[in-house]
């Protein structure tokens, strides 16, 4: 009984981390406007930065998290994370000088470096893979609360003023006191499922090289990266083409964009349901929504087609995250916490920070095209998502 208690308090912890990674850039994006009035005489770059650069540095860090888990232990890595997190983000509000805010944004991103891999890795390693499935959907569901959680708070607290919104991130200290007293600090590097002979020894030395790991998964980081970009094309845009198109009253934008995190929330918690009813098809479910919900936004001339295609969109960020990282770790298995997931979570950050360079060099190819453009390349990353996911045995 004793022991059944602890294990609901170590997934609870592990859980816990799912709920702040979401929130790294775009925690304060309500309060952004506020800031580029503050810092009116800065380059507009720098401000938009501010979302930006949590994401560089979670992929840097992502980089070196191995040599990391090599040589601390997980609890240690855990709350270091949060510790940087939670005091970088809060601080942040403190600083009337943009470099130094851009610093704690930094800051921001080496925290969830560490965190995100640990976020979905420690499952693989403290749980059966016959419980993963059902766990690696409810981190995703968990993710997605958390951002629809952080976006509430920061609107709430950018009312009062900009400086307030970044103490959302003081979310962060419900998971270090979790961590703290329910968190083992044990080595995650370096693990295998059973055997310690000499073969298994000889099978690690070759396998849990960084170029080889790639090799192994190369179609499964391809496929996460792809569906950030697909996915990330929408909130970047969708307010601005809502408000230029004006089908949907300008005081729903926030409501549908919101609703999005609730949506995607519900599809973390119906993977496992969805698994057991598509089987090995369930790799073409979030691109196959994905297409759809953005055809439907192509199309432009009815508020019913942008508020189902959200819907779709939505819902697909929330089953399709867990079905690749569900998978990818099974594959690896113990030893996924310090392999895969670093590279996992780089390409899924990588995708959220490349995203707006990509749609901004093919507006430019097409000097500017049309308003809708971001949808139509939506609609080929949707289509580079699904021959991805293909790929994926």
């Known amino acids: 009984m004793e022991q059944q208690n602890n294990l609901k308090k170590l997934t609870v912890s592990i859980l816990s981390l799912s709920l702040l990674t979401v929130m790294a850039g775009a925690a304060v994006a309500p309060a952004l406007g506020s800031i580029k009035q503050y810092f009116i005489n800065e380059n507009p770059l720098f401000v938009q930065m501010i979302i930006s650069m949590p994401s560089l540095f979670i992929i840097l860090t992502n980089l070196i998290f191995p040599k990391l888990c090599a040589r601390f232990g997980s609890k240690t890595l855990v709350l270091t994370g949060l510790m940087l997190y939670t005091a970088g983000g809060c601080i942040a509000g403190l600083f009337n000088n943009i470099f130094l805010l851009l610093l704690t944004r930094a800051l921001v991103g080496v925290g969830v470096g560490i965190i995100m891999p640990l976020s979905t890795g420690l499952l693989s390693f403290y749980f059966a893979p016959e419980a993963q499935d059902k766990l690696m959907g409810y981190s995703s569901a968990m993710n997605q609360l958390g951002g629809a959680v952080a976006t509430l708070f920061s609107g709430l607290l950018a009312s009062i003023s900009w400086r307030f919104s970044f103490f959302v991130y003081a979310l962060g200290l419900i998971s270090i006191v979790l961590c703290i007293f329910f968190l083992p600090n ?73 609703g999005m995190d609730i949506i995607a929330f519900i599809g973390g918690l119906s993977f496992v349901s969805l698994k057991k009813l598509l089987a090995k098809k369930i790799r073409f479910l979030a691109p196959c929504l994905f297409l759809t919900g953005y055809l439907l936004l192509s199309l432009g001339n009815s508020a019913v087609y942008v508020i189902v295609g959200s819907v779709l969109i939505g819902f697909a960020n929330g089953v399709g995250i867990p079905c690749i990282i569900s998978h990818t770790s099974q594959k690896v298995g113990k030893n996924a916490a310090s392999s895969i997931m670093p590279l996992l979570s780089a390409a899924l950050y990588g995708g959220q920070f490349f995203t707006p360079f990509i749609t901004s060099l093919v507006s430019a190819a097409f000097s500017g095209g049309p308003l809708l453009l971001p949808y139509y390349i939506a609609v080929f990353s949707s289509v580079l998502f699904a021959l991805a996911s293909s790929a994926i045995k």
């Open 186 to 258: 044990d080595k995650i590097a370096g693990s295998t499922h059973e055997n310690s002979c000499e073969e298994s020894s000889e099978h690690m030395k070759t396998s849990t090289g960084t170029a080889s790991i790639i090799r192994e998964n190369i179609f499964s980081i391809a496929a996460i990266f792809l569906l950030m970009v697909t996915f990330f094309i929408y909130p970047a845009n969708f307010a601005m083409i809502a408000s230029q198109s004006g089908i949907i009253p300008h005081n729903m934008i926030a409501i549908i964009m919101s």
